[in-house]
Antibody, heavy 116, light 109 residues
Framework: QVHLEQSGAEVKKPGASVKVSCKAS????????ISWVRQAPGQGLEWVGW????????DYAQKFRDRVIMTTDTSTNTAYMELRTLKSDDTALYYC?????????WGQGTLVTVSS | EIVMTQSPATLSVSPGERATLSCRAS??????LAWYQQRPGQAPRLLIY???TRATGIPARFSGSGSGTEFTLTISSLQSEDFAVYYC???????????FGQGTKLEIK
């Protein structure tokens, strides 16, 4: 069945970068997009961006456009999200999700903590 | 940007009763709407897509309706496991600019 396995928790200092991975299995990798969604502690869901593993096309939410880079590795069915110039309010759970319109499968989430 | 507004923020309902959650879009999104359930400590789970189609494995007590700007998620007879937070999401310009509502917390009355 479809499974998305994310990398482990990260602790970073303000101004640093973080790179989170999401390894997919159980489906044809290039047939679906991968979206990234974050959730700050006690808050709602916020869409960060999307990548098409077939051609590498990306789209990022306006507020992250100058700080985020999404990539994929087709040889390992893995998507990556790199967020740069971290601030304390980037502390959140970051989820990847299989996307075709709706998000029908989700990873377990990766906690990124930004603290000095 | 399309803004999604959910109401109410919190809904208190007794087990066995019906719950009705609302979601409004700031402009027409046709039927390009999904609903998700998130239990504490878990990732969100897709319940409904295309406004009214149940996702695989979702019980029939969950139903979605609406189109354009007004949408509803109905849970016909609440079970204990249904008390959670529910989010709507639009994907009208997929794959561009998805947006979520702020969520409705469904709690036990």
């Amino acid at each position: 069945q479809v499974h998305l396995e994310q990398s482990g928790a990260e602790v970073k200092k303000p101004g640093a970068s973080v790179k989170v991975s999401c390894k997919a299995s159980g489906y044809t990798w290039t047939s679906y997009g991968i979206s990234w969604v974050r959730q700050a502690p006690g808050q709602g869901l916020e869409w960060v961006g999307w990548i098409n593993p077939y051609n590498g096309l990306t789209d990022y939410a306006q507020k992250f456009r100058d700080r985020v880079i999404m990539t994929t590795d087709t040889s390992t069915n893995t998507a990556y999200m790199e967020l740069r110039t971290l601030k304390s309010d980037d502390t959140a759970l970051y989820y990847c999700a299989r996307a075709r319109g709706e998000f029908d499968s989700w990873g377990q989430g990766t906690l990124v903590t930004v603290s000095s | 940007e399309i803004v999604m507004t959910q109401s109410p923020a919190t809904l208190s309902v007794s087990p066995g009763e019906r719950a009705t959650l609302s979601c409004r879009a700031s402009q027409s999104i046709s039927s390009n709407l999904a609903w998700y359930q998130q239990r504490p400590g878990q990732a969100p789970r897709l319940l409904i897509y295309d406004a009214s189609t149940r996702a695989t494995g979702i019980p029939a007590r969950f139903s979605g309706s609406g189109s354009g700007t007004e949408f509803t998620l109905t849970i016909s007879s609440l079970q204990s496991e249904d008390f959670a937070v529910y989010y709507c999401q639009q994907y009208n310009n997929w794959p561009l600019a998805y947006t979520f509502g702020q969520g409705t917390k469904l709690e036990i009355k």
